[in-house]
């Protein structure tokens, strides 16, 4: 325990204000992730899916 740590479960989702459950997107640690909420959760990791699905459509 070195008191750096940062829990999820201590922010607000940053969408709704509900106790956060995970950082997202976790891809890279120079991007600061935002706390979600359940919910919120899984809403931004559709919309990131539905995001990529477009970008390789494009091609
Ligand atoms: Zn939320």
Redesign the pocket.
């Known amino acids: 325990m070195n008191g750096k740590t940062t829990y999820a479960r201590d922010h607000r ?1 940053v ?2 204000g ?1 106790q956060a459950v995970a950082f997202f997107p976790v891809c890279d640690p120079d991007i600061p992730a935002s706390p ?2 359940r ?2 959760l899984d809403e931004a990791k559709l919309h990131l899916i539905i995001q990529l699905t477009e970008i390789f459509e494009r091609k």
Request: hydrophobic share 0%.
């Open positions: 989702c969408e709704c509900k979600y909420c919910e919120c």
